[in-house]
């Protein structure tokens, strides 16, 4: 494995890093999106989950999805490529694989997600953002599982910046790039199934998967994803 992931970052042809990672992204996609959606209605049949918004998902809707998904997927192949650049003329400083660096990487990547997300989020709601680019994310008025890649090809480019941003300040494990996307897809699969756990009551963390579907059907509210902290930041900061 060492020898692999030591290939794939300093010595791979370009090509064959972008064909990996649309690879990556098209099965986390198609397969892992399916796998969840599955358990969700198994936890439904149950009754420990259950559906937010109840209604017709036309089948136009899906095409739409997925069309604009599969082009966010090849974006992301791409946008892969400056960080793998980066790092391989020392612009980007790499720590070891151990299991702490890893994990940790994942961590602080996932964090600084939600603070990328909550800046460019906000940006794309903005009046002319949002009739351009973020019109696109926003024709799924009830989210679906293939709605979580569902781009204009703008905003799947800003997006994908999130490795990009923080290898510019901060060390990373390169194993820590290629698990993060999973853990990343993982949290939008969850807002974005219109499934939740319980009926939407509980503590505020539990929330996120409602409170983003209701983002989706209202087209307004919490700019955040997993967590409403930057939007009660900003509010406060803007009262004082």
């Known amino acids: 494995m060492k020898n692999t992931i030591d290939y794939i970052i300093n010595e791979a042809p370009y090509w064959l890093i972008f064909v990996g990672v649309t690879l990556q992204f098209l ?21 420990k989950a259950s559906k937010i918004h109840h209604g017709i998902i036309s089948k136009r809707q899906r095409n739409f999805e997925i069309k604009h998904s599969i082009v966010s997927i090849f974006i992301f192949g791409l946008t ?5 650049y980066m790092i391989r003329n020392g612009q980007v400083t790499t720590l070891a694989n151990t299991t702490r ?4 990487g994942v961590i602080f990547l996932t964090v600084w997600n939600e603070l990328h997300f909550f800046i460019v989020h ?13 019109y696109v994310h926003h024709r799924s008025k009830t989210p679906t599982i293939e709605s979580v890649y569902s781009f204009h ?15 510019i300040f901060f060390p990373i494990a390169p194993m ?7 853990a990343s897809i993982l949290i939008n699969f969850a807002g974005h199934s219109n499934y ?45």
């Open 27 to 47: 099965f986390m996609y198609f397969v892992l999106g399916r796998l969840f959606l599955k358990f969700f209605k198994l936890l439904e049949s149950k009754g």
């Open 80 to 84: 892969a490529l400056p960080l793998i």
């Open 101 to 104: 660096n890893v994990i940790g």
């Open 122 to 134: 906000r940006a794309l709601h903005t009046p002319w953002f949002m009739k351009r680019v973020h």
């Open 153 to 167: 090809w703008a905003e799947a480019t800003l997006l994908s910046a999130v490795p990009l941003t923080f290898t």
């Open 176 to 182: 820590a790039l290629i698990y993060y996307p999973i």
């Open 196 to 240: 939740r756990i319980g009926d939407g009551t509980g503590p505020n963390w539990k929330l996120f998967v409602t409170r983003h579907n209701n983002h989706h059907v209202k087209g307004r509210g919490t700019f955040g994803f997993a967590t409403d902290f930057f939007d009660k930041l900003l509010t406060k900061i803007s009262r004082q």
